[in-house]
């Protein structure tokens, strides 16, 4: 557990130890817990043990029933428990009844998942986003706050503006969201005018989405590896939001078109609305992209739950529409073997071997090139704007000059090969 003081000194807190407690309304909770501790557990936090109560709605003063809080705080003393988190958002006098009710350091999962990203950001403009949702989240909470933003308390939560605002009142607050605002909306001008300049360059845009964790970057790194710019690997980590900042990379496979891979950040169930709001800017990429690579871990049994929050996820940010190729990742970790995936919508590969990473290559290459042709040109010596068009545009797979101009074969655009259909040439013949 990593936490920074006021003079940004990086000081380590021996590990946390936690229970977990939610609110239940079905019997589905259980994907959710098991997602909140392996939250807790990317924080550096020890789960110890869970309390669920089924109810129709959350306690408005102490979230959970009166009965409950006190088996919670019985529960807390036996089990030597410094830490509750709760699985659900909690309001600011929530958060002050039950830290003098259980008298140990309460966290809801959005102070958890903020908590996350922010020990995650390395960018400018990830960090600003991190400080922006920590700050929404906090204004209208300022008094509820108890020994999760005190000083002596520190720890999860309390990264970044944490130690630095404590004792700030709303106005500054509201001043310092004004002008993360304004900085970040500079990010968000030149973020647009690097897409703009993909649009105009007419090289089409594959963004990687999906769950947290489940293995985006590594098959970022294994396509660049793949079409030997391993120089230009990503960094990749078995760990809950390894990446928060989009990664670029213009990918050139041998047999295909040239492509921009855009790596996101992951997603989890009941993503704070501060930060989705925060990383709006980011998400665009995932919007604006071309063709979108859903990526699920094959070896987590419930991996259908984590695909829908992912789906979720992208309609709440209003996401893309473009065409979805479903990859199913780390077929490594289990004994599940598909005896055909050609032709279809879902590829399941390894990043980690490279097993049928080629296979998602061709797919993502089909799909992009869907509207082109294989055909030749002979274009004239004399209209060497042509022959830039046709290689900007399309995939060339041969250059030749000839005695009465430049041939070139490949796949190109429809729209261009009806452009240009007085220089098509067939079989070879002028």
């Known amino acids: 557990m990593i936490r920074f003081s006021e003079e940004n000194e990086v000081l380590r807190d021996d590990e946390y130890r936690a229970i977990l407690a939610a609110v239940a309304f079905d019997e589905t909770i259980e994907h959710s817990m098991d997602e909140l501790e392996g939250l807790a557990e990317a924080d550096g936090v020890e789960v110890i043990g869970r309390l669920v109560q089924y109810r129709q709605k959350p306690e408005s003063a102490t979230y959970l029933g009166r009965g409950k809080v006190e088996e919670l705080a019985s529960l807390c003393e036996s089990m030597e428990a410094d830490t509750v988190i709760f699985n659900d958002e909690l309001s600011g006098i929530q958060l002050r009844n039950l830290e003098t ?151 050139s496979p041998e047999q295909g078109a040239d492509f921009i891979l855009i790596d996101t950040v992951g997603f989890v169930s009941k993503l704070p609305h501060a930060l989705v709001e925060a990383f709006k800017s980011t998400l665009e990429e995932v919007r604006d992209a071309d063709l979108l690579l859903h990526v699920a871990d094959t070896s987590y049994e419930e991996r259908d739950f984590q695909i829908e929050v992912a789906e979720k996820v992208m309609r709440e940010i209003r996401g893309s529409r473009a065409e979805r190729i479903m990859v199913y990742n780390k077929i490594d970790l289990t004994e599940e073997r598909p005896l055909d995936t050609s032709g279809s919508d879902a590829v399941f590969v390894s990043a980690k071997t490279g097993e049928n990473m080629d296979l998602l290559l061709e797919m993502i290459d089909s799909r992009l090139t869907g509207d082109m042709v294989r055909t030749s040109f002979l274009v004239p010596y004399d209209r060497g704007r042509i022959v830039s068009a046709l290689c900007e545009n399309g995939q060339v797979d041969s250059m030749e000059y000839e005695e009465n101009g430049t041939r070139l074969t490949g796949k190109f655009r429809r729209e261009d090969q009806g452009r240009y259909k007085e220089y098509e040439v067939e079989d070879g013949t002028v």
């Open 101 to 251: 009710a259980l008298g140990c350091r309460v966290i809801d999962r959005t102070i958890l998942i903020l908590d996350i990203f922010a020990s995650r950001a390395t960018s400018r403009e990830g960090k600003l986003q991190v400080e922006l949702a920590q700050l929404q989240y906090r204004l209208p909470r300022l008094t509820g706050f108890g020994r999760s933003l005190s000083r002596l308390g520190g720890g999860i939560g309390t990264r970044g503006p944490g130690e630095k605002k404590l004792e700030t009142d709303r106005r500054h607050i509201a001043g310092r969201i004004d002008d993360i605002r304004a900085e970040l909306k500079k990010c968000a001008a030149t973020r647009s005018l690097q897409r703009e300049e993909r649009t105009r360059s007419q090289i089409p845009v594959v963004a990687l989405m999906g769950y947290t964790n489940a293995g985006k970057s590594a098959i970022m790194n294994r396509i660049l590896e793949m079409t030997s710019r391993e120089e230009k690997a990503v960094g990749s980590k078995d760990m809950l939001f390894a990446t928060l900042d989009p990664q670029h990379r213009k990918i």
